[in-house]
């Protein structure tokens, strides 16, 4: 037996640096230990506590301290750091997180001197193989952990095939034609074999897709492993001083990205975080009760901050008002919300919710969507017309700014109410639920009137969301040529919503690699391609800077550092108005519509802050 080396063993966790190491602002990769099969072992790690105590003690020293968890998504490899020793790009989940860093670092220099970066990994599995999971390794693996029950259909199935050929050759041997009852017979076990088979075969391919495998992965170790990391960290705060009263300090801003499944992780992880026995969240047993304002703090030491959302593998019913959400009780805690999404992510609107399908309890197919793929259209542009894009809900030439909303008693605006008919009556919907859709001209008001309870709003109204279906960037070709649009999520077509035959289009260009629709957010180019003339896909400039910036600067600041023309002696009111213009002409060059969320607007750009905000939703 290998004796364990100093200071390694079984941990829940492991952490090290993310290189080139900095002590103005570090990164840390903490990945869970959990094996990809429950047979495999753990093995040794370095102890995470010294890791841990630096995290802790470099929060504690700082005024306004801040964490930033990057949590990725389904079919994610480990991948590797770049480095002195292999300049060339990290790979991987690694690789991805170096990345952020390195953005975050030479992009965001609002950020506060006190943040934190932590790229977390849970033990997701390659479709390819990878690592002890190769190819090879999976095809044997599902073979051989293929239940006796499914291994008997087949058997009985292959003994029916045999049967059928053994006796049509002895048919043909004797010459005569068989009865008519032998046919039909044999016509039924050739129906029944066949169908067995292909049961059998499905949940063969199921298996070695690893959509479920992942999910169970991600529900059952990645979620509880990353509420630990964030439980050790406050613990180790307060060890440092365990006189702190963080009821009298600002408390460490807890900020989140989450993509694909990774979304699914952060939003569950601060489910469980949440104080169940936090006086401002008890209300009463009612769905939807209005006394239930919990406050943002989390644990001895956090608050949350910022919640980032790109192309999130969850149901896109977490956004509008039903005793199905879920996740609106954990969603509204955040200071900030947004949404990333398109159109053309066929990894959500094809896999995802076909594997769902038999899992999700919806009795409609619009039920059945994920969030990645609620989009932003304008109700006041017609079926036919092109998008509009940039802030499709902000109009910097009207004196009320806002389309759609109404001043509210608290100052401020709020979304309109607008009259939707049910077959109990007329109904009051939020206006702001008109600009989101998921299925076709339906919108997500139509969804809410069916299910509406009337006395909670919907979640939806604190998201802002970035709809990047036609999002481009310039690629610059051959010397001398033309820079042309290249689309990163899809093809860029200018639509105001996809056919069956862009859908295609889009499956084909995701197989084939030429499109990435579900993470080309982050896609950061290929230098050494790019050098050589041989690149063919831009950087994702504008989407990293949208996604990295906000989560971790925030909205207001991440203004500030978008617009030059403002003038010291403009009012903070005007100035900011400049700015949010600024991000609308920004996203509307790129092809990106945004619908700003009142939130956002009210306070970080008219700075009105109101008690209560969030009641209600």
Known sequence: MTQAQPGKGRYLLAVEKIPPISETFPAYFVGSTAPNNVEDGVGDVDSPQGEIDHIAKFLSAQENPEILIVVHGYNTALGSFASEDSPEAGKGTKGW??????????NCDRR??????????WPSEQVNGGGND???????????????ILQTIVALAMIGFVLLVVAGLATLTRGEPPAIGVEIASIGVLILATLFISLVFTLFLLRLVGYFRDSYRARNFGVPDLVELIRQIDKAVLAIDPTCDWSGR????????????????????????SD???????????????????????????????????SPDIPAETIISSRANFLSSSLRRFEETYLFSNEGDMALKLASTAANYA???ARTR???????NVVVRSPQCEKDTAPQYGIINFAAAEVEQLKDMQVRGQGGFEPRKTDCETEEGTVEVSSFLTYLHTLGDRPLSHRQRDILDPEQKPIAELFTVFDCTDYYEFWQGAEGTTPKKVGLLSYGLGKRSLSFIDYVFLTIAMARGTIDNHGGYFYSGDAEA????????????????????????????????????????????????????ALSQLCEARNIQVLLAAERYNRDVLGIVTPGDRNGY
Not at 253 to 258: A, P, Q, R, T, V
Not at 289 to 296: C, E, R
């Open 250 to 273: 600002d408390r460490i801003k807890l900020s989140f990205i989450g993509h694909s499944m990774g979304g699914f992780v952060v939003t569950n992880a601060v489910r469980i975080l």
């Open 276 to 310: 169940v026995f936090d006086r401002e969240s008890i209300g009463s047993l009612g769905s939807a009760n209005k006394a239930k304002t919990p406050s943002s703090n989390i644990g001895n030491v956090f608050s949350l901050g910022r919640l980032v959302l790109a």
């Open 530 to 581: 790019a050098a050589k003339r041989q690149a063919t896909k831009p950087e994702a400039y504008v989407t990293k800077q949208l996604i990295y910036g906000l989560a971790c600067m925030g909205f207001k600041p991440f203004l500030a550092s978008l617009s030059t023309g403002t003038q010291m002696e403009d009012a903070p009111e005007v100035a900011a108005k400049q700015q949010l213009q």
């Open 134 to 148: 190769t190819l090879v390794n999976k095809f044997r693996y599902a073979r051989q952990s293929l239940p006796a």
């Open 112 to 121: 506060s001197p006190g943040l934190m970066l932590i790229g977390y990994r």
């Open 359 to 361: 899992s999700f309890p």
């Open 97 to 106: 997180y170096q990345d952020i860093r390195d953005h975050i670092a030479e």
């Open 366 to 372: 619009e039920g059945g969507y994920r969030l990645g």
